[in-house]
């Protein structure tokens, strides 16, 4: 009947925003671990960069959009910190990130979806 049909597309759509929902924060913690390597990045730098220089030698830090003169010594231990502060909060994101794509993948099996590219080979498609 078409009561039927209609309650079917609307599992059907239901379904697909649960994934589509998914799908999304796995992406989401891709895109943000993506930036914090770029901050890793930029923080080892520094810390390689500094770590031999002289302890009482000027440098300078960007703290909340103002520039500031401190020394190595003082700003050094703050940099390893904040680097340290980064790479834990990598390791969490991509922890949560394993188990939102396990979730993902066991969605996926459970309601029977399959990636475009999965189908069109399947069925013989070139594209």
């Excluded at 030698?57 to 401190?70: A, F, P, S, T, W």
């Excluded at 502060?85 to 979806?113: A, R």
């Amino acid at each position: 009947s078409s009561a039927d049909a209609g309650k079917a597309q609307a599992q059907a759509a239901e379904i697909m925003q649960k994934f589509e929902s998914i799908k999304a924060e796995v992406r989401q913690y891709g895109l943000k671990i993506g930036e914090l390597d770029s901050d890793r990045n930029e923080h080892s730098l520094v810390i390689n960069t500094i770590k031999d220089l002289d302890p009482g030698r000027k440098c300078y830090r960007l703290i909340g959009g103002v520039l500031v003169e401190r020394t190595i010594k003082e700003v050094l231990p703050a940099v390893e910190r904040n680097l340290q502060g980064i790479n834990q909060m990598v390791k969490q994101l991509s922890d949560h990130m394993k188990k939102k794509q396990t979730e993902l993948d066991d969605f996926m099996e459970k309601y029977n979806i399959k990636p475009a590219r999965q189908l069109q080979q399947q069925i013989g498609i070139k594209s």
